[in-house]
């Protein structure tokens, strides 16, 4: 390791950079939206002043000399000599894309500037008053290899102790190119006196400039030695255009100087695959606060095992009871860090919906709701692209064009609405729009035409709903770049079953309609009630179950085809035989005996039929698929405390299942 | 104060004199400093102290030309002398540089804050 390997902060630079990108997009579609708030043109240009400042010291050079030009512009806004208008926020939205192409390009080690880039920085050049486009030189030097660095290097006081003198180390330096020292410097911690100067302490400071066709890794291999002994910050000569000759002699050497570094780079990639998380240092705290909790039970229930008698059994209860408290309040606090705001995922849909605004030539009021509402990360990175088709779907199917609308005496401006909040044990994500809602008429058609339904078939508005979930259903007259291939709906369908969850629609005609995703907090833990049928065990989530009752005969009726229904809190639920779904042997047939656990889903409810309850376990869920195969009405499979293996029921799909047999 | 750096500069009696090699400085009353011909680390107590004691006397000269090693610490130290002899007033010239301090002083971009003579820096 050198003395400050700055590869190690370019994952955290592209995190920084990326979500400063999202602030600038945010505040420019906030200043489209008409708001005239100098805050937010601080913001943007802090935003784009970040970016360069961390993209120069990190060596990306083509980003900093393209946010540059950005930040120029940005400054007229800023100084007020520039108005903004809607082409000036068209071409800032289009170099936030840039920038981030180019921060995604860098991060994965491919060259950066690229032909778009290179137009963008142009037009932002000639937009950029008084100044003079010099496209040809200026692409000549964006892509033209580092004809030098520029090394910022300021020992620590102890570094001559270490053996490294800096004379030593400016002669390796002189061996791979010209150096030039820039600047030297004394640094601020150097006594004021001489008298209280101790001679091996250094104080020294310099900044040089390494000219040639160097690599990055050469230098590295100077400072190898002075990790943590020595300030030092290496970054390509940018500003350096190069001449004929050089540049190709430069572009001669540029395979040699980029193989060199490759390796390092690789790693540093290879390193940062598992992704990271910010966590909030609150959580970490209270993190730590729990183990400190636990270590004092642990030493505590030590002690009482060390020398056990009889009478301390009270105490060992107490212990155990504590240390059950805080081991579930630990996983809690685990569990919490996993956790980060769906604002994270929301906020990309202001971008979204002002870009299908003028592709669609529709007008739409985006409200959003509940950006604070906490979802597993892995929820979170992969509800993004199902909600991002739902939000499509919403504009181009669901909301009228400004002329249908006005007919239908609704508002030119559609109002699309995303919500997110908790529910039970769950997350619930709302997307709903005040469109003319799902035509009937036109899926049945379809649906028949594709086969799906059999002609003259009377369906129900949940029936017709639930038919656009069916794989290559789609009724757009014709296909779209954004929605209507076909492709759609199945789709989401099955990346929110993945999480576990669910998705549903309800829609009417003329008002709207709303989606409906609903996901499980986390994917690895339920809290479970276990309940005997026969002989087997089964879990029903707890977040799921609305109350457990015992029936008495005459309270259940039956109903045609043999099914049996019982009133509960006024509506009547339909009882689903656990032992009969899952063919469960010796199990209580007499509902008198078994007890009924109701258990809700979308807000429907059906009574489960249940031999006995034996308790509450929080369970590890382990995925019946990937050992056996998928059942339906079953979601997964845990080992109990005893070594067994209980069934977790799926509370969406036995409801489905009991809703269809009251149904028949 | 002064009775310290005496005191110190008593203890690095082993220096070579001198006055020997300042015959030819242009400032009668200057203040002259040898440096040695090793200046690295291990000498670097003594020298401080020699120029300590120096510091009061206004007009410096340093002699240079039996410098033969010379380390990044040694030179520090002369920057910083230089330094603090500026912002007391004073001023510092050098009779004679060897090969290997402006060789040192240059790769180090030293030369300027030690007032090294132009011609030095080639």
């Known amino acids: ?664 | 104060m002064a009775g310290k750096r005496a005191a110190r500069q008593q203890d690095t009696d082993e220096q070579p004199a001198k006055a020997s090699a300042a015959a030819s400085v242009g400032v009668d009353d200057a203040a002259r400093v040898l440096l040695p011909a090793d200046c690295r680390m291990a000498a670097q107590a003594a020298l401080k102290a020699e120029l300590l004691g120096a510091l009061d006397a206004g007009a410096i000269v340093l002699d240079g030309g039996q410098v033969e090693r010379v380390d990044t610490a040694a030179l520090q130290l002369l920057v910083l002398f230089r330094r603090e002899l500026d912002t007391r007033g004073g001023t510092l010239g050098w009779h004679g540089t060897s090969d290997a301090l402006n060789e040192a002083a240059g790769l180090l971009g030293l030369a300027q804050l030690l007032n090294l003579p132009a011609a030095a820096l080639a």
């Not at chain 1, 059950?324 to 996993?338: A, D, P």
Request: glycine share 8%; with cysteine; charged share 25%.
């Open chain 1, 1 to 664: 390791m050198s003395a400050v390997d700055l590869t190690q902060f370019h994952k955290t630079f592209f995190e920084e950079s990326r979500e400063g990108l999202d602030a600038m997009e945010a505040a420019l579609l906030a200043l489209d939206s008409g708001a005239t708030d100098h805050e937010l043109v601080h913001t943007i240009f802090r935003a784009a002043h970040s970016i360069k400042g961390g993209a120069a010291t990190f060596g990306f050079a083509d980003v900093a000399a393209f946010t540059h030009v950005a930040e120029s512009l940005l400054e007229e806004v800023r100084s007020e000599r520039r108005a903004v208008d809607a082409g000036l926020i068209e071409v800032l939205l289009c170099s936030v894309d840039c920038m981030r192409a180019m921060l995604e390009r860098s991060s994965q080690g491919q060259p950066v500037a690229d032909a778009e880039s290179e137009a963008l920085r142009v037009e932002l050049v000639q937009l950029v008053s008084g100044e003079v486009a010099a496209p040809v030189v200026a692409a000549a030097s964006m892509v033209a290899p580092v004809s030098g660095w520029n090394i910022a290097f300021t020992a620590l006081p102890h570094l001559l102790q270490t053996g490294n003198d800096p004379l030593r180390l400016f002669r390796e330096l002189q061996q791979l190119g010209r150096l030039e020292v820039v600047r030297a410097f004394i640094t601020d911690s150097a006594p004021a006196q001489l008298a209280e100067l101790d001679p091996s302490q250094c104080y020294l400071g310099w900044e040089l400039r390494l000219h040639g066709a160097v690599a990055r890794a050469e230098i590295d291999a100077v400072f190898d030695w002075l990790d943590g002994d020595c300030e030092l910050a290496i970054a390509p000569l940018a500003e350096v255009a190069v001449a004929g000759p050089v540049a190709q002699a430069a572009g001669e050497s540029l395979p040699v100087a980029t193989a060199a570094p490759r390796p390092i780079r690789e790693t540093a990639a290879a390193s940062g695959e598992g992704s990271s998380i910010r966590v909030g240092i609150d959580k970490v705290d209270a993190l730590i606060n729990m183990m400190g909790e636990l270590v004092i039970t642990q030493s505590m229930l030590s002690d009482i095992g060390e020398k056990f008698e009889l009478s301390q059994l009270g105490r060992l209860r107490d212990g155990l009871v504590q240390l059950e408290r805080t081991t579930r309040e630990l996983q809690e606090s685990v569990m919490r860090i996993r956790m980060l705001p769906i604002g994270s995922v929301f906020n990309r849909f202001p971008r979204l919906v002002h870009d299908l605004e003028r592709k669609l030539d529709k007008r739409v009021k985006l409200e959003l709701h509940g950006e604070h509402t906490e979802l597993d990360k892995t929820v979170l990175e992969k509800i993004g692209d199902p909600l991002v088709h739902l939000v499509r779907n919403a504009i181009d199917h669901g909301l009228e064009s400004p002329a249908q609308r006005k007919a239908a005496g609704k508002s030119e401006t559609g109002t699309l609405k995303l919500n997110a909040y908790h529910e039970g044990g769950n997350i619930v994500v709302q997307i709903s729009d005040d469109g003319a809602g799902l035509n009937h008429a036109a899926i049945v058609a379809k649906a028949q035409q594709r086969g799906l339904i059999a002609a003259g078939q009377e369906l129900s508005d949940a029936e017709v709903a639930e038919l656009i979930f069916q794989p290559g259903f789609s009724t757009a007259a014709q296909a779209t770049d954004l929605s209507g291939r076909g492709v759609g709906m199945d789709v989401v369908r099955r990346n929110v079953r993945d999480l576990g969850g669910s998705v549903g629609v309800r829609s009417v005609s003329g008002k709207g309609s709303t989606f409906t995703i609903t996901l499980p907090l986390t994917l690895a833990i339920i809290d479970g009630l276990v309940t005997a049928v026969g002989s087997e065990r089964y879990i029903v989530p707890l977040t799921s179950i609305v109350e457990s009752l015992r029936l008495r005969a005459d309270a259940v009726r039956r109903i045609a085809g043999g099914g049996e229904v019982f009133h509960f809190r006024d509506e009547y639920l339909p009882i689903m035989r656990l032992h009969r779904a899952f063919a469960c042997n010796d199990a209580v047939t007499d509902i008198e005996h078994g007890i009924v656990v109701v258990i809700e889903e979308d807000g429907r409810r059906v009574g489960l039929l249940v031999d006995d309850l034996l308790g509450q376990q929080q369970a590890v869920v382990k995925s019946l698929e990937a050992h056996y195969q998928r059942v339906q009405g079953i979601s997964g499979a845990t080992i109990l405390s005893d070594g067994s293996v209980a069934l977790i029921v799926d509370v969406g799909g036995v409801v489905r299942l009991g809703q269809r047999s009251k149904a028949a």
